[in-house]
């Protein structure tokens, strides 16, 4: 069942799509139908640039399993590291 729910997130970063690499400003996560992985439902994760047009795109859709192993990966590799070591400006940003 799609949710329709969709979660957007401001970005900070780099991310390459059809076109290149292009600075990341925008992120939407949802759960819908996927368009290529062979699943019925996926978790998709949109990162875009919308000032730079369409081409600015990069998607992933992952099943509930890989998405989850994705947030703990993130948060392993984050704890990990030291405060402050990625983030904007050298400043550490807040973890919960």
Known sequence: MCTYATHKVE???A???ASGWFT???GAVYVDHPQHAAREHTL???FTNPADGPSARAAVELTEEAALALVEAIQKAL??????LAARG???AERG
């Open 11 to 13: 970005l900070d970063g």
């Open 15 to 17: 991310a390459k799509g």
């Open 24 to 26: 990341l400003t925008d």
């Open 44 to 46: 998709n994760i949109d």
């Open 79 to 84: 704890a990990s590291a030291p405060p402050g």
């Open 90 to 92: 050298g400043e550490p």
